[in-house]
Nanobody, 123 residues
Framework: QKQLVESGGGSVPTGGSLRLSCATS????????VGWFRQIVGKEREFLGA????????SYGDSVKGRFTISKESAKQTVYLQMNDLKPEDTAVYYC????????????????WGQGTQVTVSS
């Protein structure tokens, strides 16, 4: 059974940093991609970036390039999202998700989702 559990959210001031973790089970194998998304109430989920398990290929959404970094630790089947220089507009619920195949930016392309973790950036 595939499971994803996010952790590491919290409240930080503008300019602060957080590292989110996505602990996975049943997905850390060849052929899977893990993506990070965020959602503000009333808006669609926004693609932040994704990584493939096999090759470690990474793609980022335009809004976070240069500030957010995705990495993985295969032994722990965990994917990380390092977020630096956080801004109030980064306040959202952050999700990780997985799909079979390569990286896609549309949330509808992902099959399994974590429960989300809240990130709040104060001005």
């Amino acid at each position: 059974q595939k499971q994803l559990v996010e952790s590491g959210g919290g409240s930080v001031p503008t300019g602060g940093s957080l590292r989110l973790s996505c602990a996975t089970s049943g997905v850390g194998f060849s052929g899977y991609a893990v993506g990070w998304f965020r959602q503000i109430v009333g808006k669609e989920r926004e693609f932040l970036g994704a990584i493939t398990w096999s090759w470690g290929s990474i793609s980022y959404g335009d809004s976070v390039k240069g500030r957010f970094t995705i990495s993985k630790e295969s032994a722990k089947q965990t994917v990380y999202l390092q977020m630096n220089d956080l801004k109030p507009e980064d306040t959202a619920v952050y999700y990780c998700a997985t799909r079979v195949g390569g990286i896609r930016t549309a949330s509808t392309e992902y099959d399994y989702w974590g429960q989300g973790t809240q990130v709040t950036v104060s001005s």
